[in-house]
């Protein structure tokens, strides 16, 4: 067992332990916690040793380690702390919240995966504390028409059993359903009608995911039918199809594409990366003298691949490959061809009416907004 191996896996039990104890003191010594409800219990804690032993060692990677290092320690720069608190809370509303990022590539993508998440976020929210023991209900002695919430073993919120508040709280997961299902739905309209899409989609990556978010969703649903309007016909068989869904759920979200919502908060150390490294001295380029990039991350990618154990020093003052900017890189590639044939020819040599300039490739981006990457494109297009 490796060095990473070992490492994470003493995360993955300390957290796993930590959530045990948790559930433990939360629930008061489990005297809240029912036990219909221990298998959704296991799942969750076996989900949490298996997503903290993957986050782990994928911050192990050379390539994500020196992302994280460098993401705090720039965050916590005194001289860029006050902009890197207010950019924190305009990311986290903007990235996150409103998923404007999303919406940039398409507004149908971009509501589908809002209601996916805000559906999720809300269904979590509630069910987690309800399996953990975490909250419970109690029905006060001397009024049983109210209910008072308990949070941890202490009393909160009371409110009437049949009145608006009560009403809208205990009918919480089939408000979180009808937002995941609608979310799903758009989902699969897209990737049945988008052919960019279905020429890359995958069942395990793209369709999989769908299908046990709208099977938690629709089951969900079926259980309050059930004992809503159908006097608890088949609620039995449906409590095992729901649980073996959301199990199934839970077991499956550590390695599949869901492991993203671990991972995507980790964008925002990037994001502060790349803001303080363009307030900063930039990377020249070595033949043409453009910036290109920080020098931070000119300096950081040779660090990388060191580790990776690439090896791209180049001979003369340029020194190493990533002080070179993409667009000489490009002519480089081309001359050397060139060079290539000359060879091939027995040495006789090509003519080519170069201008007086150093030769250079012409963009793929006719204009600054035709890239992929928006402003961050316009930041990197250098005519």
């Given at each position: 067992?490796?060095?990473?191996?070992?490492?994470?896996?003493?995360?993955?039990?300390?957290?796993?332990?930590?959530?045990?104890?948790?559930?433990?003191?939360?629930?008061?010594?489990?005297?809240?916690?029912?036990?219909?409800?221990?298998?959704?219990?296991?799942?969750?804690?076996?989900?949490?040793?298996?997503?903290?032993?993957?986050?782990?060692?994928?911050?192990?990677?050379?390539?994500?380690?020196?992302?994280?290092?460098?993401?705090?320690?720039?965050?916590?720069?005194?001289?860029?702390?006050?902009?890197?608190?207010?950019?924190?809370?305009?990311?986290v509303i903007g990235e996150f919240a409103l998923n404007n990022f999303i919406f940039k590539r398409n507004k149908q993508r971009g509501i589908a995966h809002s209601l996916i998440m805000w559906g999720c976020v809300l269904a979590c929210a509630?069910?987690?504390?309800?399996?953990?023991?975490?909250?419970?209900?109690?029905?006060?002695?001397?009024?049983?028409?109210?209910?008072?919430?308990?949070?941890?073993?202490?009393?909160?919120?009371?409110?009437?059993?049949?009145?608006?508040?009560?009403?809208?709280?205990?009918?919480?997961?089939?408000?979180?359903?009808?937002?995941?299902?609608?979310?799903?739905?758009?989902?699969?309209?897209?990737?049945?009608?988008?052919?960019?899409?279905?020429?890359?989609?995958?069942?395990?990556?793209?369709?999989?995911?769908?299908?046990?978010?709208?099977?938690?969703?629709?089951?969900?649903?079926?259980?309050?039918?059930?004992?809503?309007?159908?006097?608890?016909?088949?609620?039995?068989?449906?409590?095992?199809?729901?649980?073996?869904?959301?199990?199934?759920?839970?077991?499956?979200?550590?390695?599949?594409?869901?492991?993203?919502?671990?991972?995507?908060?980790?964008?925002?150390?990037?994001?502060?990366?790349?803001?303080?490294?363009?307030?900063?001295?930039?990377?020249?380029?070595?033949?043409?003298?453009?910036?290109?990039?920080?020098?931070?991350?000119?300096?950081?990618?040779?660090?990388?691949?060191?580790?990776?154990?690439?090896?791209?020093?180049?001979?003369?003052?340029?020194?190493?490959?990533?002080?070179?900017?993409?667009?000489?890189?490009?002519?480089?590639?081309?001359?050397?061809?060139?060079?290539?044939?000359?060879?091939?020819?027995?040495?006789?040599?090509?003519?080519?009416?170069?201008?007086?300039?150093?030769?250079?490739?012409?963009?793929?981006?006719?204009?600054?907004?035709?890239?992929?990457?928006?402003?961050?494109?316009?930041?990197?297009?250098?005519?």
């Amino acid at each position: 067992m490796t060095g990473e191996r070992i490492k994470a896996t003493g995360w993955g039990v300390l957290f796993t332990l930590t959530l045990a104890i948790l559930i433990v003191a939360g629930s008061r010594n489990l005297s809240h916690f029912d036990a219909a409800l221990v298998g959704y219990t296991f799942a969750v804690l076996f989900a949490t040793f298996a997503i903290t032993y993957r986050y782990a060692m994928w911050l192990q990677r050379p390539p994500t380690a020196l992302y994280w290092k460098r993401g705090w320690q720039v965050f916590f720069r005194p001289s860029y702390l006050v902009t890197n608190i207010a950019n924190w809370f305009k990311r986290v509303i903007g990235e996150f919240a409103l998923n404007n990022f999303i919406f940039k590539r398409n507004k149908q993508r971009g509501i589908a995966h809002s209601l996916i998440m805000w559906g999720c976020v809300l269904a979590c929210a509630i069910t987690f504390p309800l399996v953990f023991g975490w909250i419970h209900f109690e029905t006060p002695p001397d009024d049983t028409t109210w209910y008072r919430t308990f949070l941890f073993g202490f009393p909160t919120l009371a409110f009437r059993i049949h009145s608006i508040t009560g009403f809208l709280v205990f009918h919480g997961l089939v408000w979180a359903s009808f937002l995941v299902i609608a979310g799903v739905m758009l989902a699969l309209r897209r990737r049945m009608r988008d052919h960019g899409a279905a020429a890359l989609q995958q069942f395990g990556e793209d369709f999989l995911p769908l299908i046990l978010l709208f099977a938690v969703s629709v089951t969900g649903l079926m259980l309050t039918a059930s004992y809503t309007w159908m006097k608890g016909y088949a609620y039995d068989f449906l409590a095992i199809l729901h649980a073996m869904s959301v199990i199934f759920t839970l077991l499956w979200l550590p390695f599949g594409k869901f492991f993203h919502i671990f991972q995507r908060p980790a964008q925002l150390g990037v994001g502060f990366y790349k803001d303080v490294g363009e307030r900063e001295a930039p990377a020249l380029c070595r033949r043409c003298g453009t910036p290109f990039t920080s020098r931070q991350h000119a300096e950081d990618l040779i660090r990388v691949e060191k580790a990776l154990g690439y090896r791209y020093e180049i001979e003369g003052s340029a020194e190493h490959y990533q002080w070179i900017c993409p667009r000489c890189r490009r002519a480089m590639l081309v001359l050397g061809q060139g060079k290539l044939w000359q060879d091939v020819l027995g040495g006789e040599s090509i003519h080519i009416d170069f201008p007086p300039a150093l030769p250079q490739s012409s963009l793929g981006n006719p204009r600054i907004d035709f890239g992929p990457l928006g402003d961050e494109d316009k930041r990197n297009f250098h005519p």
